[in-house]
């Protein structure tokens, strides 16, 4: 729609919002988010296909739940790669300062259109994401959980808060919210893990469980792995699906 | 991705870790000092195998840094590079595969 | 909030206000000033025709609105005949009005009465003609009680204001219309327009009165039925029936009313609203919905006007340099709407030729939507530009000399505030990378730049892993 008639439009309806109240009229698409989500699609064939809309929803929160090695990190960075090729901002929330930027090039992220927050506590990490939420224009946010804030009572709570708040917001501004929930380290780490307390799989319309099937050996030296990825919970089709997706170090030192 | 410690002042140096080790002899039949068992986040991690090993000695003339990297796997199911920085014969966790 | 002024006896007012020296400005010729004799405007006692305004002393003797001037005399012999200096009323009119605007566009004024409009009434002597109130012309049909003091009436939407704020808003609207005008406003402020017009009747002047929602039905069911826009012969009826109040008159079905009155469409529809109207706020039922007014408070189209001249000690021939200052005169002027929040329609150049027996030249274009864009205006100044230019050659060839400038005006009107974009009606354009600096730049001043970066490399073969990448810190610039 050229900016002129975009213009006029906009001036009608807010004569019209002057005289009948906001709530008066309503654009579709508001509508729409709120009946469906469109998605960003993960990169991953496998995983599209097994979430079933084809990606991580916009305006919704989503989830992957790993252990330490468990190829987490590394799907997040290749859907925020993906995400880039469509000119998307994204935001890297990391309270934990473990951002590894070699190895994200190595993923394919364009650092100069990524922000990387690191933000001084918790609790500042939880009011950046809110800002950041609200204020539109940002695509894609990861938020990268580390598994001691996850389990401490008073940042679960917070956090719990900060959801609340956000889900509406969200619908509205329509970025793709990806929570990074880091499990305990254990040889055989499952969801029984999972903070009890916490608040994510409660607001999460995706939650994705990944965990190492196996290494992907060159000569001697670890290369890759391979990676099995449970959709836990799916709020837009049947949860229970398996993706197996391939994970590599593409040329790491 | 990998997490990265690099927490420090101008460069960061990775994450200082207590490291148990054990020599043994390497290919060139001279004897090395091995990581064996790490300690970090109050959980002990096991080393069960040791994937890569690298050194780098650089800027000696000014302000030498002098590293043995080891890429390697423990029993709790991480892979990580640690490194020891030979002139001081601390260890520090540098890399998590994630 | 929807604040209604009123000003009482408005012609009188504006007749006396004349008189007054400028010491007794200030003391305004309020209810107190007894001593006065009345004042009735429309001609002399023995004119065969009707008064046009009279004033308080006089009414009280019996004076009403649409009598002619004779009988006006033998109520009130001692009052004081002048002519109708209609001009001078609707100077006074537009006076209120710009000093109203001031405080919110959203300023309607009810026309002033004419002389026609008196005339009518008094030669069809039609006994069922809407009973003598006087503007004709306005929007909703009023009853009696309105023009009984023949006010000259503003409603004002206040918009959202709470009445916390919008009584010391509206105190603040009469003190200024005072001090300009010398003319005593009086001011009802009540959430829809019908019951603020009668706050504003029943409201002395240089007094403000708010009507709140809770008030609204004892308020409302105590007041006479003159309010409504009865007809004679439904007045008589209803007064017959003994229903003196509105909240009598609401008591009776609609339906009885309408087919009792024979109303037709168009006016069965408006007493409809009304009736129901009362009814909801008297008797809340929540069936009705929000009747918050009857007819919304139409936003007055400004006169005001943004203009930018340039002198030019020789004249300018040259069309690129006339072009250049029309590129500084548009980027100046948006400047200034950017910082009115207007938009223009409407611009005009004016070009004065360095021979004084021409007149300007002058050239005006209407847009067909507004902007405050310094772009657009310089489209629109150029296409005027060549245009008058034209005009200047052509001037020039028939007298056979140079062509020389020596003043350039140009002048913005028809004004209308900038479109407040409430709600992202479409998508955000993908990279918004304007729009991204904006957020950055709020969380930066929220919480210090110290959180964000932007991961750079440094040396990416560097065989220390730490050294290939730095973080950038993001700062505001």
Same mark, same amino acid.
């Given at each position: 729609?050229?900016?002129?008639? =975009?213009? =006029? ?58 252990a330490p090695t468990s190829g987490m990190v590394t799907?997040a960075l290749r859907?925020l790669a993906?995400?880039q ?5 994204a935001v890297f929330i990391d309270p934990s300062h473990t951002f590894d930027p070699d190895y994200a090039v190595r993923c394919g992220t364009i650092l100069s259109q990524l922000i990387l927050v690191r933000p001084p506590d918790f609790q500042q990490a939880?009011?950046i ?13 990861v938020f990268d959980l580390p598994y001691q804030l ?14 609340? =708040? ?14 990074l929930?880091a499990?305990?380290i ?29 290494w992907i050996y060159q000569e001697h030296d670890i290369h890759g792995y ?6 836990? =919970? ?13 994970l590599t170090f593409a040329g790491e030192p | 991705m990998t997490r990265l410690w690099s927490n420090g002042d101008r460069w960061g140096i990775g994450l200082p870790i207590k490291m148990n080790t054990q020599y043994a002899t390497g290919d060139d039949s001279a004897i090395y000092e091995r990581p064996s068992l790490l300690t970090w986040q109050n959980q002990d991690h096991l080393v069960i195998e040791i994937t890569k090993t690298w050194r780098v000695d650089i800027d000696w003339w000014r302000e030498r840094v002098w590293r043995a990297y080891f890429k390697l796997q423990t029993d709790t199911g991480l892979l990580v590079i640690v490194y020891q920085d030979l002139l001081s014969g601390k260890w520090y966790l540098q890399r998590l595969y994630d | ?49 009707? !008064? ?63 002389? &026609? ?33 023949? $006010? ?13 704020? &919008? ?62 826009? !009865? ?21 009776? $079905? ?29 008797? $809340? ?49 948006? &400047?200034? !709407? ?81 479109? $407040? ?19 950055l730049?709020?969380l930066f001043?929220?919480h210090g730049s110290g959180s964000f970066f932007r991961p750079a490399p440094a040396d990416i073969d560097h065989p220390l892993l730490e050294r290939r990448y730095r973080l950038l810190e993001l700062n505001p610039a």
């Amino acid at each position: 729609m050229d900016t002129g008639k =975009k213009h =006029k439009l906009e001036k009608t309806i807010s004569t019209l919002q002057n005289q009948w109240g906001t709530q008066a009229i309503q654009t579709l698409k508001q509508v729409q988010s709120k009946s469906f989500s469109t998605h960003l699609s993960t990169g991953f064939s496998t995983l599209d296909e097994a979430v079933l809309i084809g990606g991580l929803p916009h305006g919704r929160i989503s989830e992957i739940i790993g252990a330490p090695t468990s190829g987490m990190v590394t799907v997040a960075l290749r859907i925020l790669a993906n995400a880039q090729k469509e000119d998307k901002v994204a935001v890297f929330i990391d309270p934990s300062h473990t951002f590894d930027p070699d190895y994200a090039v190595r993923c394919g992220t364009i650092l100069s259109q990524l922000i990387l927050v690191r933000p001084p506590d918790f609790q500042q990490a939880l009011v950046i994401l809110h800002d950041f939420v609200l204020g539109a224009g940002i695509d894609v946010i990861v938020f990268d959980l580390p598994y001691q804030l996850a389990a401490a009572t008073s940042s679960a709570h917070a956090l719990a808060k900060t959801l609340d =708040k956000l889900i509406a917001s969200l619908g509205k501004t329509g970025c793709v919210l990806l929570f990074l929930a880091a499990l305990p380290i254990h040889p055989a780490s499952s969801l029984d893990h999972y903070p009890t307390h916490s608040a994510l799989p409660h607001y999460a319309s995706i939650r994705l469980h990944i965990q190492r099937e196996s290494w992907i050996y060159q000569e001697h030296d670890i290369h890759g792995y391979l990676a099995q990825i449970l959709v836990a =919970k799916n709020k837009f089709g049947p949860a229970g699906r398996i993706a197996r997706v391939s994970l590599t170090f593409a040329g790491e030192p | 991705m990998t997490r990265l410690w690099s927490n420090g002042d101008r460069w960061g140096i990775g994450l200082p870790i207590k490291m148990n080790t054990q020599y043994a002899t390497g290919d060139d039949s001279a004897i090395y000092e091995r990581p064996s068992l790490l300690t970090w986040q109050n959980q002990d991690h096991l080393v069960i195998e040791i994937t890569k090993t690298w050194r780098v000695d650089i800027d000696w003339w000014r302000e030498r840094v002098w590293r043995a990297y080891f890429k390697l796997q423990t029993d709790t199911g991480l892979l990580v590079i640690v490194y020891q920085d030979l002139l001081s014969g601390k260890w520090y966790l540098q890399r998590l595969y994630d | 909030m929807i604040a209604c002024l009123t000003v009482p006896y408005f012609a009188t007012a504006v007749e006396r206000r004349k008189d007054l020296s400028s010491v007794e400005k200030l003391s305004h010729p309020g209810p107190g000033s007894g001593s006065l004799p009345g004042l009735v405007i429309g001609g002399q006692p023995w004119e065969p025709q009707p !008064l046009y305004a009279f004033s308080q002393e006089v009414a009280k003797n019996g004076v009403r609105p649409g009598m002619s001037l004779r009988l006006a005399h033998v109520l009130s012999p001692q009052a004081e005949f002048i002519s109708t200096n209609l001009p001078h009323y609707f100077s006074a009119h537009g006076e209120i009005t710009d000093i109203l605007t001031d405080f919110t566009n959203l300023v309607e004024p009810q026309k002033l009465w004419s002389l &026609a409009e008196v005339e009518p009434l008094r030669k069809a002597k039609r006994r069922d003609l809407p009973a003598a109130n006087l503007p004709t012309n306005q929007p909703a049909p009023l009853g009696k009680a309105f023009g009984r003091r023949l $006010p000259a009436r503003y409603t004002l939407d206040l918009q959202s204001l709470p009445p916390v704020e &919008a009584l010391p808003l509206a105190q603040e609207i009469g003190r200024s219309v005072r001090q300009h005008t010398y003319l005593s406003p009086a001011i009802g402020l009540a959430t829809n327009r019908f019951v603020a017009q009668m706050a504003a009747v029943l409201t002395h002047p240089n007094h403000a009165r708010t009507i709140s929602l809770e008030d609204e039905p004892l308020f409302l069911s105590a007041q006479t039925i003159q309010f409504l826009p !009865l007809q004679k012969e439904m007045d008589r009826r209803l007064s017959l029936l003994g229903i003196r109040t509105l909240g009598q008159f609401i008591a009776l $079905p609609l339906a009885s009313l309408h087919s009792q009155l024979g109303l037709d469409r168009q006016s069965g529809r408006e007493f409809s609203q009304l009736y129901y109207l009362v009814k909801e706020r008297i008797q $809340p039922t929540g069936r009705i919905g929000n009747f918050y007014s009857i007819h919304q408070v139409q936003p007055l189209a400004t006169e005001k006007q943004e203009q930018i001249a340039y002198y030019f000690d020789d004249p300018v021939n040259n069309l690129l340099n006339i072009e250049r200052i029309l590129v500084r005169a548009a980027s100046e002027l948006a &400047a200034r !709407l950017h910082q009115a929040k207007q938009e223009t329609r409407s611009l005009q150049l004016i070009l004065e030729i360095d021979r004084r027996q021409n007149d300007p030249i002058y050239n005006q274009l209407s847009r067909r939507q507004p902007t405050a864009d310094p772009l657009h205006l310089i489209d629109s100044l150029r296409e005027l530009l060549h245009l008058s230019w034209q005009q200047v050659n052509w001037l020039y060839k028939q007298s056979g000399s140079e062509p020389g400038i020596i003043t350039l005006k140009v002048i913005l009107t028809d004004f209308c505030s900038v479109a $407040p974009i409430q709600l992202s009606l479409f998508e955000q354009s993908k990279t918004n990378a304007h729009r991204l600096q904006e957020i950055l730049s709020n969380l930066f001043k929220k919480h210090g730049s110290g959180s964000f970066f932007r991961p750079a490399p440094a040396d990416i073969d560097h065989p220390l892993l730490e050294r290939r990448y730095r973080l950038l810190e993001l700062n505001p610039a």
